[in-house]
């Protein structure tokens, strides 16, 4: 099994633990890459977007905050899975709960 599908499913797995169905809806990830920066570029050129909805539609600040938080700190206590996505040249991984807005973690 390619390492890329191995992440891929261990991410799969985690994030829809983090909330239960009544406060969040898991998604899926989506994989960016760049192509116009250059790869010596310091600037992020790869980076892993996790996507959920919350079931309420206008959370307030503090709430969406705290799901940031939430879906942060459980990527970061899976060190393997970290080094598994710094390995494979992730830059970066946001979280979105909407199609407007993304929040970075890491």
């Known amino acids: 099994m390619p390492a890329s599908q191995v992440h891929a499913e261990n991410l799969d797995v ?21 192509e116009d920066i250059p790869e010596q ?6 980076y892993l977007i996790v996507d959920f909805r919350l079931a ?3 959370p307030e600040s503090e709430q969406l905050q705290a799901s940031v938080h939430k879906v ?3 990527l970061l206590k899976d060190r393997a899975l970290v080094r598994s996505l710094s390995d494979s040249g992730y ?4 979280v979105a709960f909407d199609r407007k807005s993304q929040f970075d973690c890491l």
């Open 41 to 46: 570029a310091a600037v992020d050129r790869k």
């Open 72 to 74: 942060c700190m459980t």
């Open 14 to 34: 985690l994030m829809s633990q983090v909330f239960s169905n009544q406060e969040a809806t898991y998604i899926g990830f989506e994989s960016v890459e760049r």
């Open 56 to 58: 309420e539609q206008n």
């Open 91 to 94: 830059d970066m991984v946001s």
